[in-house]
């Protein structure tokens, strides 16, 4: 076997901590004992290998798994994933999912009171390109209330599910969309303590990717941890 | 050039409409060679609750110690459709149960082999970012006292990945908090 590159270490305040008060949840569910660092292994420098034959062309597109048209505002998601050295990943899987447009999902556990749509299932994969690019169509999310604290509603978001090409590159987020007044009330957005590290999590409008009299573009690039450099073979 | 890379966030309460679908229970399929284990247990919170919107996911080699990716280059065979993944989500209860083969040793730092063992992560609503952790097997005592990770791992808390033989399955728990609380890696 080659020698082990590893991925890089997070940079400091752009991932979450486990312990995140303000997000309730957290208090009962985060260890409270440190974590182990082991060095990285093959064990997690590979990871499962899924590909094209995985999916169906309209696995994408989250407004055609239903005989009607689902409500709301139609949107397209596109972007790139890369790594943190700006390299395209290929071939990866994505997830999404997401609440409908009047934000309630199809769920047994969501309770809220506002409309489903039998056109609307609200998931989708799809695999990235040679050039790591994706595209999803679907509609705009609804905002919905949750029961953190008093007041509290999330805006509007799409969850992303990824796997990388290594295990340690496994990785879920969410979207947000440009301009949304409930961001800075949000503790799943203000978890991410670096400002820059916390706006990359919000798309950007994008006229490129709009398609007229169709649907607004959304563009959203993922990164995922990227290797360190090879180290250099001994200096003469 | 350098990024860094995106944030995590949790999977939140309904991670099952977007996840379900990979749902995979039984790791290794007919004709896959190996001895077959059953693993069962529980996602426990802080006060002893099961987590109902948790999801764990398996990722192992196969018999041999040979894992289904082009990094690695072990002159090892490997059986046509072996991919190693598991994904289990829990029940109402935080329960989960799989089935697989117990995977042979892979290459660890300083040549050293590494003992049998399953890379987890541990995904649920109230978790930022995902958790990692390993699972050992307890009929591979001699395996188990080299194995470079587990030497990392503070001896009173090691029987956190290493199931517990309950008939013919084997019990693994993964508590969040709390006296028996998992050891976690960070990678």
């Not at chain 1, 999310?141 to 008093?150: A, I, K, Q």
């Not at chain 1, 709009?210 to 001994?234: C, H, M, N, S």
Request: glycine share 10%.
């Amino acid at each position: 076997m080659k020698k082990i590159v590893g991925y890089r270490r997070p940079h400091p305040g752009t991932q979450p901590a486990y312990n995140y008060p303000p997000y309730r949840s957290t208090q009962k569910r985060c260890p409270t004992q440190p974590l182990v660092l082991p060095p990285q292994t093959i064990s997690e420098i590979t990871g499962p290998i899924f590909g094209h034959g995985d999916v169906k062309p309209s696995d994408s597109d989250l407004t055609r798994q239903h005989k009607g048209e689902p409500i709301g505002e139609r949107i397209v998601v596109t972007g790139r994933v890369l790594d943190e050295n700006g390299r395209a990943v290929p071939d990866t899987l994505i997830e999404v999912w997401q609440a409908n447009s009047s934000g309630r999902y199809p769920h047994r556990t969501d309770q809220h009171n506002a409309p489903l749509d039998p056109n609307f299932s609200g998931a989708g994969r799809t695999v990235t390109d040679a050039e790591g690019r994706y595209r999803f169509v679907t509609i705009r999310p609804g905002e919905y209330p949750w029961r953190n604290h008093h007041n509290a509603w999330r805006p509007a978001h799409i969850h992303f599910s990824l796997f990388g090409q290594a295990f340690l590159q496994r990785m879920v987020t969410q979207m947000y969309f440009p301009g949304d007044p409930l961001l800075p009330y949000d503790p799943m957005f203000t978890c991410i303590e670096n400002e820059a590290a916390r706006n990359r999590l919000v798309s950007v409008f994008d006229w490129e990717s709009t398609v007229p009299e169709q649907a607004l573009g959304y563009r959203f690039d993922i990164v995922l941890r990227g290797r360190e450099e090879t180290p250099l073979e001994k200096m003469p | 050039m350098s990024l860094f890379a995106s944030g995590n966030q949790t999977v939140g309460p309904y991670l099952h409409i977007g996840l379900e679908w990979l749902t995979t229970r039984d790791i290794a399929g007919k004709g896959v060679k190996g001895e077959r284990v059953a693993i069962a247990g529980r996602l426990i919170d802080g006060d002893g609750m099961g987590v109902s919107d948790g999801l764990i996911e398996i990722w192992q080699a196969n018999a041999e110690g040979k894992y289904a990716h082009p990094e690695d280059t072990q002159k090892k065979p490997i059986e046509k459709g072996w991919r190693g993944f598991g994904r289990i989500p829990t029940d109402g209860k935080g329960g989960f149960r799989f089935t697989t083969i117990k995977p042979g040793r892979v290459p660890g730092p300083g040549g050293v082999l590494q003992a049998p063992h399953l890379v987890v992560t541990v995904f649920m609503r109230g978790m930022l970012r995902h958790l990692m952790t390993r699972i050992y097997f307890p009929d591979e005592a001699a395996a188990n006292a080299e194995d470079p990770i587990l030497k990392l791992v503070p001896a009173a808390r090691r029987a956190t990945l290493m199931p517990k033989k309950k008939g013919k399955t084997l019990e693994w728990n993964v508590a969040l908090q709390g006296k028996n609380e998992t050891v976690f890696f960070d990678y």
